[in-house]
T-cell receptor
Framework: AQSVTQLGSHVSVSEGALVLLRCNYS??????LFWYVQYPNQGLQLLLK??????LVKGINGFEAEFKKSETSFHLTKPSAHMSDAAEYFC?????????FGAGTRLTVKP | GAVVSQHPSWVICKSGTSVKIECRSL??????MFWYRQFPKQSLMLMAT?????????EQGVEKDKFLINHASLTLSTLTVTSAHPEDSSFYIC??????????????FGPGTRLTVT
């Protein structure tokens, strides 16, 4: 079975500070990993995905994530937070048809 | 490209009535569609996988007689919540996988439908 665990249900950073959202995965086979962002009352927007190519994945809005097999991690980072980054972020793993989501991390950006 | 729509985006219904939610892939064909539900401040939980022309596969704990899924065409899947009750109030999100995609992971998500049962 595959799953992801997001450490920290709520992360708060100051505008301009580093954003780090943590995700660890569990999978018996090489996984496909994703980060999605969700704004209130909206669907999911794909930020980036790892599909066994380059381990450092660059996404939209300045986000990137690094796949570390030794740590079974896929943490999401952004060098400088912007107020518009405030949202809910979900890590997800997919293999063999379906997708499983982490519990989500709410990012708050303080002015 | 790869746009998925849902209709309605928001619906209120009375307890005991049924409500149908549509999920459409607008610019691609989708052999497989997925239905998720999301409670406030919680994650998405997969309810069922819908394959065109065949019966949906429901996740454990999801009542198939309550949540009827029909995937009658390659661009449309519907979720009908039958005899809705207040505890069915939730945000329902669908996703679709392009029929031409060779990647099992590829899914495109709809904007969601908020259901409120009074």
């Amino acid at each position: 079975a595959q799953s992801v665990t997001q450490l920290g249900s709520h992360v708060s950073v100051s505008e301009g500070a580093l954003v780090l959202l943590r995700c660890n995965y569990s999978s018996s086979v090489p996984p496909y990993l994703f980060w999605y962002v969700q704004y209130p009352n909206q669907g999911l927007q794909l930020l980036l995905k790892y599909t066994s190519a380059a381990t450092l994945v660059k996404g939209i809005n300045g986000f990137e994530a690094e796949f570390k097999k030794s740590e079974t991690s896929f943490h999401l980072t952004k060098p400088s937070a912007h107020m518009s980054d405030a949202a809910e972020y979900f890590c997800a793993v997919s293999r063999n048809n379906d997708m499983r989501f982490g519990a989500g991390t709410r990012l708050t950006v303080k002015p | 490209g790869a746009v998925v729509s849902q209709h309605p985006s928001w619906v209120i219904c009375k307890s005991g009535t049924s409500v149908k939610i549509e999920c459409r892939s607008l610019d691609f064909q989708a052999t497989t569609m997925f239905w998720y539900r999301q409670f406030p401040k919680q994650s998405l939980m997969l309810m069922a996988t819908s394959n065109e022309g065949s019966k949906a596969t429901y996740e454990q704990g999801v009542e198939k007689d309550k949540f009827l899924i029909n995937h009658a065409s390659l661009t449309l899947s519907t979720l009908t919540v039958t005899s809705a009750h207040p505890e069915d109030s939730s945000f329902y999100i669908c996703s679709a996988r392009p029929s031409t995609s060779g990647f099992s992971y590829e899914q495109y998500f709809g904007p969601g439908t908020r259901l409120t049962v009074t």
